[in-house]
């Protein structure tokens, strides 16, 4: 009997490619036919065929509040009452900005886009602009968005100029972008050494999250602090992905490395399209109509999610808001480790903020090589197993997951009894 989730799958395939708008929801890292989903409260999504599942994707980040949340909700009516778009200056956008530089101190002045890509597209232009220099550095495993210069993995040696990870990338453009190994402090002292004066930014996620979550080793961010000082490249953290989920202000604040540039996205759209780069004052203010470098946006500042992510924000920042969502993610990854253990499967799994990673491994990767040592299958047995016992998780092994704060007792110990079966698949 065909499901609806696999009719409306065959339906969408006719017209959008692969069915998807994005291409990880597909399931061809996983396998098997994704779930449409029709609704969404708190930790639980409602699929087409009418099962719940208690969500630990959170739309890959933004709905760390949970889903409909009343006054987030309540926000964007209220904001979509008054207005879809203007195009033009608001008030909210002002309040979001100062929101954002109160949050993240080391953003002294910030421009709003509408996506995570959008914001490190431009924050590699505004660094190639502020410096006049052409090469970009980022590392094997860390993803920022889909623009150009950053769809590159490592050369032959990681010291070698990128190549291509996408058709349609011309090897031109790869070629200004370098591919270090994350966590490789002598690698990032050698490039310095050779090539520091001709690096316009390094760009990382401080704590990655796209290639299963995979923590900074001691020292790895502040070689990178220090190497961007002495040569006078920029330096970006991507928080798009870690931003009020690792700490209130994000990596940086956990790890007390101040960056040149931040980007943003996921939590301060509250699920609505945001994102957003920023940082210090002479180098923002290089960006057009200031400055020579352009970037630009027709729904950039959109009032209606401008509004879902101020009240998100609002509620992020309320006391023990952190301190208890890292609560329940530590609670959470505790009874996996205990769950796998009792069932005798090599793995296991950490958190930081309300990130975790799972790993069919002996122990948390602390690089991308060491992350391809991960079962694959045995993730993709258990993420089936546990779909089918109403648990949604990151659909690819190489993906974090995310606890919201609507996450609680009841969630976690339905998740524990599902990963209990899950664990023997
Ligand atoms: P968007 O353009 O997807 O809003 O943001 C790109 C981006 C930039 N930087 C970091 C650190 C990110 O994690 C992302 C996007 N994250 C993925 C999750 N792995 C989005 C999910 C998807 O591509 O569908």
């Not at 790890?255 to 780069?277: C, E, Q, R, S, W």
């Not at 930081?352 to 122990?363: D, E, K, P, Q, V």
């Amino acid at each position: 009997m065909t499901t609806r989730n696999e009719s409306l799958f065959e339906r969408a395939r006719e017209r959008i490619p692969a069915g998807v708008n994005s291409p990880v929801r597909a399931f061809r890292a996983v396998g098997g036919t994704p779930p449409f989903f029709e609704r969404a409260s708190g930790a639980w999504l409602l699929d087409a065929d009418g099962k719940r599942y208690v969500d630990y994707v959170g739309s890959w980040g933004p709905m760390v509040l949970g889903h409909t949340h009343p006054q987030v909700v309540e926000a964007v009516q209220a904001a979509a009452a008054m207005a879809l778009s203007f195009g033009a200056p608001t008030e909210s956008e002002i309040e979001l900005a100062e929101a954002i530089c109160r949050l993240v101190p080391s953003v002294e002045m910030v421009r709003l886009v509408s996506s995570g890509t959008e914001a490190t597209m431009s924050a590699i232009r505004l660094a190639r602009g502020h410096t006049g220099r052409s090469l970009i550095v980022k590392f094997e495993g860390c993803y920022h968005g889909h623009a150009d210069s950053l769809l590159v993995k490592a050369g032959s040696g990681a010291l070698t100029f990128g190549h291509p990870s996408s058709a349609g990338v011309p090897p031109e453009t790869a070629a200004h972008t370098l591919v270090l190994d994350f966590n490789d402090i002598a690698q990032v002292e050698t490039l310095f050494k050779e090539k520091g004066h001709q690096i316009a930014c390094v760009i990382v996620e401080p704590v990655a999250g796209n290639m299963n979550l995979v923590l900074p080793k001691a020292g790895f961010l502040e070689s990178l602090r220090e190497n961007c000082s002495r040569h006078g490249a920029v330096l970006i953290f991507d928080e798009v992905m870690t931003g009020f989920r690792v700490a209130l202000g994000g990596a940086q604040a956990r790890y007390g490395i101040k960056p040149d540039l931040t980007t943003l996205g996921k939590v301060i759209g509250g699920g609505l399209p945001v994102g957003a780069f920023g940082g210090k004052r002479d180098i923002m203010e290089k960006i057009a109509p200031l400055g020579p470098v352009y970037q630009a946006g027709t729904l950039s500042g959109n009032p209606v999610a401008v509004a879902a992510g101020l009240a998100t924000l609002k509620l992020v920042e309320e006391k023990d808001f952190q301190s208890k969502i890292e609560k329940t993610t530590r609670s959470l990854v505790d009874g996996l480790i205990e769950e796998a253990r009792k069932a005798k499967t090599v793995f296991c799994a950490q958190s930081i903020g309300s990130m975790f990673g799972l790993y069919f491994r002996a122990a948390p990767p602390t690089s991308f090589a060491e992350v391809m040592q991960c079962d694959k299958d045995r993730f993709n047995r258990f993420f089936h197993a546990m779909l089918e016992r109403g648990v949604y998780l990151a659909p690819s092994a190489y993906e974090a997951g995310f606890v919201s704060a609507a996450h609680g007792p009841t969630e976690i110990d339905a998740t524990l009894a599902a990963a209990r079966e899950a664990f023997k698949a």
